[in-house]
């Protein structure tokens, strides 16, 4: 299995001999305005460039998109991703907009889906907490399980709470990426995990490899990298956490 975290949530996946792509923004920088009442509203989104080409990354057998907020699934995508390629998305309503978009073979996530002889499971998120519930809408995560590989967890655009904790302990995840921004509006709280929600992640998961990513890449982020990595380094969890820079990979 190969990771690689091209930016913001964005995944180039390589599992059972199979590349999957996962939340693809591939705009350039600066394309978009920014999140609003949130921070930084003089810098437009993404943050950063594209850590790979867009050949590299889109060189792939399917696309996972869990949610279709920006971030995860921009214009730029939409016009260079073959039109013919397998798109997984978490529900009809996702589905529609996809195939609005001239997507020929799109299909749910169910609890047990088989791409090629790989498990896709999908799992349930929460994109923040309380009232911004309304606002932020739904998302989905997924669980990635092969007779030849490790188990895979991508978590999503989702703050640590029970179904989390009940995907943990169903499927054993030996790798766990979690979106770790902790980014927020001026009102409403963590929209996605914030180094305590990782805390949890970790303590519900000991002997897990977690990687955090969605971070520094759009307006609205409140965590930096280094603030969780010292933050894990002052919690004891710093070996089985990696925060990945832009383009970084890692093989397991």
Known sequence: MNIQHIRNATLVVEYAGKKFLIDPMLSEKGTYPPFPNSLRQDQNNPLTSLSASIEDIINVDAVIVTHLHIDHFDDKAKEVLPKGIKMFVQNEEDAEEVKKAGFQNVEVLQEDTDFEGIRLIKTKGEHGRGEILKVAGHVCGVVFKDQDEKTLYVAGDTVWYEAVQETLDTHQPDII??????????????????KE???????????????SVHM???????LSRQELKSFAEEKGFSRSLSVPEDGESYTF
């Not at 990426?177 to 929209?191: H, I, K, M, R, T």
């Not at 929600?197 to 990687?211: G, Q, R, T």
């Open 177 to 194: 990426v979690v979106n770790g921004g902790d980014n927020q509006f001026l009102e409403g709280g963590s929209l996605v995990m914030g």
């Open 197 to 211: 929600d990782i805390y949890e992640v970790h303590k519900a998961a000991p002997d897990a490899n977690i990687i």
């Open 216 to 222: 520094e890449a759009v307006n609205h982020w409140t």
